[in-house]
């Protein structure tokens, strides 16, 4: 597996009861597509969810999707993002790359680009990564270094002056969808 400096993974596993999907999309400090990786939707029947009852989901996400795309991407990231709680601890633990959790903020904007500001929860974080605009909060696994944490913000704050963080998380549902349906 290759490795690839200033390059952003983003994971994205979706679904419900009924089915499960996930893609991963590596992209480089721009956002242009490096590698690209997905699963075909798992349909569990209906012994498999009476067996494995409310853990399903997680087992599915963490078990069959998330090593199925991390077996399947052939550009090593330097930063894994993901917008899912559930998959957060695994990713970073599989991956063995740094991993953060980001979802848009209404927190005031911070002093500049790439400040980080702690909250009230532990391993969550306010990340600026641009001059204007709100922060991000990070969400980062249990026992994450803080030099991660500031390098995370910086690689975040270099990409972000070229292009939308969250941006890739649109393209990979679009590209789901384009895949289940022939339409996008």
Not at 156 to 168: K, R, T
Request: charged share 20%; glycine share 6%.
């Amino acid at each position: 597996m290759a490795s690839q400096n200033n390059s952003i993974g983003y994971m994205l596993i979706e679904g419900s009861e009924t089915q499960i999907r996930g893609a991963a999309l590596v992209t480089d400090a721009k956002g242009f597509p490096l590698d690209f990786a997905r699963t075909e939707p798992l349909r569990p029947d209906h012994l498999a969810r009476i067996l494995y009852g409310d853990s399903f989901a997680k087992y599915a996400k963490e078990k069959l999707i998330l090593e199925s795309l991390l077996d399947a991407v052939e550009i090593q990231p330097q930063l894994w993002i993901c917008t899912d709680s559930d998959i957060l601890e695994p990713l970073r633990a599989d991956s063995k790359i740094k991993t953060v959790l980001l979802e848009e903020s209404p927190h005031v904007p911070l002093e500049a680009a790439g400040h980080i500001e702690t909250t009230a929860e532990p391993g969550v974080f306010f990340i600026q990564v641009n001059d204007n605009g709100a922060p991000f909060m990070a969400e980062f696994p249990n026992g994450t270094r803080p030099e991660e944490i500031q390098q995370t913000a910086a690689c975040l704050a270099e990409a972000a002056q070229s292009m939308n963080i969250l941006e890739p998380f649109t393209r990979l549902q679009k590209a789901l969808n384009f895949l289940a349906t022939g339409r996008s």
